[in-house]
């Protein structure tokens, strides 16, 4: 199981670009494959990037070639760097194990697109 903090959101323009981080605590997080995942108001949970515990990478259709998922072991640390955002990226960003633990949940950061 990972514990997580998730930080980088904010209020960004169509185009603009954020860097979300995510540190992860718990027992040997280069083990782990993990995920960014983001929920929409009014929409399920949807796991958006995806990198396994040897960096292989796997993004949804809707973000690949603009979202670049990343990992530093020794920082215990997974980034999402969002590229050309557009207003439907707008939601709730989560981390969390890929598969997801139900109890590794944190609290997300906002991201809203707009002008």
């Known amino acids: 199981q990972v514990q997580v903090v998730e930080s980088g959101g904010g209020l960004v323009q169509p185009g603009g670009s954020l860097r979300l981080s995510c540190a992860v605590s718990?027992?040997?997080?280069?083990?782990?494959?993990m995920g960014w995942y983001r929920q929409a108001p009014g929409k399920q949970r949807e796991l958006v990037a995806a990198?396994?515990?040897?960096?292989?990478?796997s993004y949804v259709d809707s973000v690949k070639g603009r979202f670049t998922i990343s990992r530093d072991n020794a920082k215990n640390t997974v980034y999402l760097q969002m590229n050309s955002l557009k207003p439907e990226d707008t939601a709730v960003y989560y981390c969390?194990?890929?598969?997801?633990?139900?109890?590794?949940w944190g609290q997300g950061t906002q991201v809203t697109v707009s002008p």
């Open positions: 969390n194990s890929d598969p997801p633990y139900a109890t590794s």
């Open positions: 718990g027992s040997i997080f280069r083990l782990y494959d």
């Open positions: 990198i396994t515990s040897g960096g292989s990478t």
